[in-house]
């Protein structure tokens, strides 16, 4: 599993559990929907006994409870993703990607399966996995290399390296989860990276944001970003781009005293950063620290905010633990204002949500503590209301057709 400050997220037959029964949508298209509409859900359930992953196809993301019984079931950390109208599903227990079609009836049949171990590849998760265009997708393999690869045919096509940085002493060179700190858009690639010690305890105050283009499969420039470890990126309608840290860094900020976490925005045009909006996060959550900022429409986005006067610690508390209790509060900001206030509806929560963007609503993954259920909002202005809950942590959410 991905380190929890990181990311915190085999199938050797995919299972049925009891009776069946985000620029452009990262989700693709599908060119031939049947069956009405469908969405997936996935989850992680962790324990020191293992994991095990777990995907819901849904007809609706209506008010509704969710039945365990109906969830396909998949060994190990399994991953699931969907793209141009099929799902994917990352194998748990070894490198392997299988594609499944979605029937009239919401029942998944596997039509195409990808081994990546002859490229070196480890996980096949999709915190490794972009998603270009209908034929075209990279995957990190670990060892600083993309392999190229393609999702309608499910064949790799070649490789592309990862940039090459000056070393830094005692620093280990970082890409962020491509599950949510990457933005494609247009043929850019835009992909940061970031140092840290081994134990993901100590950053380097700045990143930098590779930009490649993928129609050639090459490195075309690097911006230098002086914040620490991001790892969050989004888009806006206007074709901004923003990034920012997750939460580890707010623990490390409070009780290491570590370089204080932040975003940046930059413009795609001229691939430059806006030095004038950057700011620390407290000068915009009212004195507090905040991580994963994600667009949600209208100029606005959204951002998770730690109110750590809810919390004791002093220098000698574990910043993980300290950022691991439910005292995060998930706020709407304005872009061109940076102005902030809590979204009402969302309880405090764990802090490592993720959201996705379906239709004119922000649907927000929003994880308990101890990562036992995740409940499920959808976003309309300052305000939430809860669809759903599943067990485990929430971490996926798609519309697929």
């Known amino acids: 599993m991905a380190n929890p400050t990181a990311l915190l997220v085999s199938s050797l037959a995919l299972s049925l559990v009891g009776a069946c029964g985000d620029s452009a949508d990262p989700a693709g298209s599908d060119p031939a929907p ?30 509704q409870t969710l039945d365990d019984g109906a969830a396909y079931e998949f060994p190990g950390q399994a991953d699931v993703w969907s793209w141009n109208g099929k799902v994917y599903v990352a194998d748990g227990e070894a490198p392997v990607v299988r594609r499944y079609t979605v029937a009239a009836d919401r029942t998944l049949a596997q039509d195409g399966e990808l081994n990546f171990a002859a490229y070196g590849v480890a996980s096949t998760a999709f915190w490794n996995a972009i998603w270009v265009s209908a034929d075209k997708a990279y995957m990190a393999n670990g060892q600083g290399v993309y392999v190229i690869w393609n999702p309608s045919t499910m064949a790799i096509t070649g490789t592309m390296a990862h940039p090459t940085f000056d070393e830094v002493p005692g620093r280990l060179l970082r890409p962020a989860s491509t599950d949510r700190g990457v933005v494609v858009s247009g043929n850019r690639l835009y992909h940061p990276y970031y140092w840290t010690d081994a134990g993901w305890t100590n950053y380097e105050p700045v990143s930098k944001i590779a930009v490649y283009d993928t129609d050639a499969d090459r490195l075309i420039g690097v911006v230098d970003a002086a914040c620490p470890g991001l790892d969050v990126a989004t888009q806006d ?19 290491a005293g570590q370089a204080a976490p932040c975003g940046v925005k930059l413009d795609p045009a001229t691939d430059t950063v806006d030095p004038a909006w950057t700011a620390p996060w407290p000068t915009i959550a009212d004195g507090r620290e905040a991580s994963a900022l994600r667009y949600s429409g209208d100029g606005h986005a959204l951002l998770s905010v730690f109110h750590d006067e809810r919390v004791s610690y002093d220098a000698s508390s574990d910043p993980f633990a300290v950022i691991g209790t439910a005292n995060w509060e998930i706020w709407r900001m304005d872009l061109a204002t940076r102005q902030a206030s809590p979204v009402a509806g969302i309880a405090l929560n764990s802090g490592a949500t993720y959201m996705q963007r379906i239709g004119d609503l ?11 259920s995740s409940s499920v909002y959808a976003v309309a202005g300052g305000s939430a209301s809860l669809r759903f809950a599943t067990r485990g942590w929430g971490l996926r959410l798609f519309q697929v057709r």
């Not at 206007?238 to 900020?253: C, I």
């Not at 922000?362 to 036992?372: D, I, Q």
């Open 362 to 372: 922000s649907y927000v993954l929003v994880p308990s503590a101890g990562y036992a």
């Open 34 to 63: 049947s069956g009405g509409s469908a969405f997936v859900v996935g989850s992680l359930v962790s324990s020191p006994d293992g994991s095990t992953a777990y995907v819901h196809v849904l007809s609706s993301l209506e008010v």
């Open 237 to 255: 309608d206007r074709g901004n781009l923003y990034f920012s840290n997750w939460t580890g860094n707010v623990g490390l900020a409070l009780v």
